[in-house]
């Protein structure tokens, strides 16, 4: 079992910044990934970035390509997301996830909404 605690997130105008955390403890599988998704009032929760712990490759939505960077630190098992750039359409509840097997996991597939665990979720939203 694992528990994901969440911070950061907030309210900027369109063309600002933001920065989420989310810490994780507990016991990992060895191919791990930590990743972001979010889900906008009325849409199904949709992925942003993940990054697989063993190697640090990232991946990214396309909508997100450019303007996010996710990022982690090993010895505090934390992991980032750098929101740049932000848009309107980018509010949402963005939820920290924890996928046991990042390498098999289908981020590249828009139908893809994630599996393992999710954190409680911190809100982002965008003024245009």
């Not at 098992?77 to 939820?95: F, G, M, P």
């Not at 999710?118 to 939203?125: A, D, E, K, L, P």
Request: hydrophobic share 30%; glycine share 12%.
């Amino acid at each position: 079992q694992v528990q994901l605690v969440e911070s950061g997130g907030g309210a900027v105008q369109a063309g600002g910044s933001l920065s989420l955390s989310c810490a994780l403890s507990g016991r990992t599988y060895p191919n791990y990934a930590m990743g972001w998704f979010r889900q906008a009032p009325g849409k199904e929760r949709e992925f942003v970035a993940a990054i697989v712990w063993t190697d640090g490759r990232p991946y990214y939505a396309d909508s997100v390509k450019g303007r996010f960077t996710i990022s982690r630190d090993n010895a505090k098992n934390t992991v980032y997301l750098r929101l740049n750039s932000l848009k309107h359409e980018d509010t949402a509840v963005y939820y920290c996830n924890y996928d046991p097997n990042g390498l098999s996991a289908s981020y590249s597939q828009p139908w893809y909404r994630g599996r393992g665990a999710f954190g409680q979720g911190t809100q982002v939203t965008v003024s245009s």
